[in-house]
């Protein structure tokens, strides 16, 4: 069964059904046959995966099951592996062998998982369509013409194709939640410092955070669990951040008692109306199940994304000046001098969204324009945490749609950054605000997924979970499958 | 807004192509533009967010807790001699 949740797979490795290199062997043949038509996958290192499932079941053997033991997860390409390529998709980081593992990955590892290839993205995480990927385009499940969202979109498709039962994302306008919206399956966003970001490759530190991508909101409940942690090497990481008990958030089956905002700024013009139906569709789920639906006001939710274009940028500019091909990376041939080298590195390694990005920031930030555009967006971005501070004294939580459109076709936008940007519109602001979100599945339009986004004070991934779970319960959104990769009677998967 | 895009491709330390200024100076003065909304924004008096938490920053103790990797932390480089990070020259 390839459209196995982590659970049912820990469940068949625990009664001895089937083992750890078995199921590695499964989603490998499954990945073999299939990233041809998604690349989904930029590194699939069958050696690695094999010899990592076998210890897996050695461990179990001798000393009992770890959390995670012996299920493949696969890996998005901005996470540091000691084992392998880390290339973060972009050509300035071709053939980087990073010297150590990501905390989130010493993480993974200690809990048992298989770490089960790297997924494509965009380059640097700046894109929300996974076109601006070094290693070309990944493809969504649903329909090849389409984009599979980003920057996670390898990770949301390799999950939605079943190449890999769960994926790890990161998110720092929307990464995670909209390619799962996209793709059909659930994204999780934890609130900033749940999770350590050392050894991610950095885009806008102030709003990167990791998370997991997965096909309930059980599975997404289990792996944040093994992520989340206070991390000593990474000042941001939050030391006394409140607990979760994240596996028992999700038994909540109705929805008595809380109260959900619905913000109007969300629900207007310009969004789909099939997505807009199905996301109205679910408040009303929610609503039979005992929540108490209420209209909030957002009223700087306009100015999120301009806030947004100036803050990322900026610190992608800070961050990106380390490849500078001196220590590593790319280097051009023959530089004439010191300068040559840099100005010609850069230019050769960095792709066109990336230098549109850095370009944006440097001016940003440069003398005679900082005040104006650098300020006022942190200005901005103040009152837009002002914003949800206000309204979760009256909700609970705030339903949103995740994305307003559901996947276009690859190209669509490629040529009007502008129009790319926008369709971040209803994720980028949970980042500025440094809160947890979530995206799950809520029906399909025109025969696309479409996702019912959640968004909790922050610490209250408990509030998201339950939420989430219950909805999920009722519904069985989340067990619709792209058709083309549904193929259970041809044997596939243990 | 008119935007000199080698200026500021130059201070990125970014030799842009003539076809690649010609592309992204345009798309700069839009993707501006549009920022320029922010200036709609009454922000007078609100304090600038750095950072998601008002956590103050912690400290460590000041010791030393990596072991000596310089072989792996070389291994990447482009152009190394004697363990160290090969430059074109930099002083005549």
């Not at chain 1, 909209?178 to 900033?192: D, E, S």
């Not at chain 1, 709003?207 to 206070?230: K, N």
């Not at chain 1, 949970?430 to 979100?437: F, K, T």
């Not at chain 2, 792996?72 to 004697?82: G, H, K, Q, T």
Request: glycine share 8%; proline share 5%; with cysteine.
């Amino acid at each position: 069964m390839a459209y196995s949740t982590l659970h049912q797979l820990a469940d068949k490795l625990d009664s001895g059904d089937t083992t750890a290199a078995a199921l590695a062997q499964a989603f490998l043949d499954r990945a073999n046959a299939h990233n041809g038509d998604l690349n989904a996958f930029v590194e699939l290192d069958a050696e690695s995966i094999l010899a990592q499932a076998e210890a897996s079941d050695a461990h179990r053997q001798a000393h009992g099951a770890r959390p995670l033991e012996g299920l493949p997860i696969a890996i998005k390409d901005i996470f540091c592996t000691s084992h392998g390529r880390t290339q973060c998709c972009s050509n300035i980081l071709r053939d980087f062998h990073a010297p150590y593992d990501a905390h989130v990955i010493t993480r993974l590892r200690e809990a048992g998982a298989i770490l089960f290839g790297k997924t494509n993205m965009d380059e640097f995480a700046m894109g929300s369509s996974n076109e601006t990927s070094a290693f070309g385009p990944c493809r969504n499940p649903w329909d090849r013409e389409r984009i599979p969202g980003g920057s996670s979109g390898g990770s949301a498709a390799a999950v939605a194709a079943a190449l890999a039962p769960a994926a790890l994302g990161t998110d720092t306008g929307g990464s995670i939640r909209q390619p799962a919206a996209l793709n059909g399956i659930v994204g999780l966003k934890p609130t900033y410092g749940r999770v350590s970001r050392r050894g991610i490759i950095a885009f806008a530190s102030s709003l990167d955070q990791a998370g997991p991508m997965t096909r309930d909101v059980c599975d997404a409940a289990l792996l944040a669990s093994i992520m989340s942690g206070h991390d000593a090497a990474d000042a941001t990481s939050v030391a006394n951040a409140p607990a979760v008990n994240w596996l028992t958030s999700c038994l909540r089956r109705d929805l008595t008692g809380i109260r959900i905002g619905r913000p109007k700024e969300y629900f207007v013009a310009g969004m789909d109306a099939e997505v807009r139906a199905r996301v109205e569709e679910a408040l009303s789920t929610c609503a039979e199940l005992g929540a108490e639906i209420i209209d909030i006001s957002l009223p700087h939710t306009e100015y999120a994304v301009a806030a947004y274009y100036v803050i990322a940028p900026s610190e992608a500019s800070a961050n990106l000046s380390r490849y500078d091909g001196v220590r590593f990376g790319h280097r051009c041939d023959n530089p004439d001098d010191l300068l040559d080298m840099y100005t010609r590195s850069r230019d050769e390694g960095f792709g066109i969204e990336v230098k549109r990005r850095i370009l944006t920031g440097i001016f940003a930030l440069s003398s005679g324009y900082y005040d104006a555009y650098y300020k006022k967006a942190q200005q901005v971005r103040t009152l837009i945490r002002q914003d949800f501070a206000e309204a979760f004294a009256k909700v609970d939580l705030i339903a949103t749609p995740t994305s307003p459109v559901t996947a276009v076709k690859l190209g669509e936008n490629r040529d009007d950054p502008i129009t790319m940007y926008l369709s971040d519109i209803y994720t980028i602001a949970v980042n500025l605000a440094g809160l947890p979100g979530l995206s799950q599945p809520c029906g399909l339009a025109n025969g696309l997924p479409v996702g019912l986004q959640w968004i909790a004070p922050a610490w209250r991934e408990d509030q998201l979970l339950g939420a989430a779970a219950a909805y999920e319960a009722a519904t069985a959104w989340h067990q619709q499958r792209p058709a083309a990769f549904d193929d259970a009677n041809q044997g596939g998967v243990a | 807004m008119n935007i000199d895009v080698n200026k500021v491709a130059s201070l990125a330390r970014i030799r842009l192509t003539d076809a690649e200024s010609a592309e992204l100076g345009p798309q700069l003065s839009n993707i501006l533009s549009y920022i320029d909304k922010l200036q709609q924004v009454d922000t007078a008096g609100v304090d600038a967010t750095a950072h998601p938490h008002d956590a103050a920053m912690p400290l460590r103790p000041d010791v030393v807790t990596n072991a000596n990797r310089r072989e792996a932390l070389l291994s990447n480089a482009p152009n190394i001699d004697s363990g160290l990070f090969v430059v074109p020259k930099v002083i005549e």
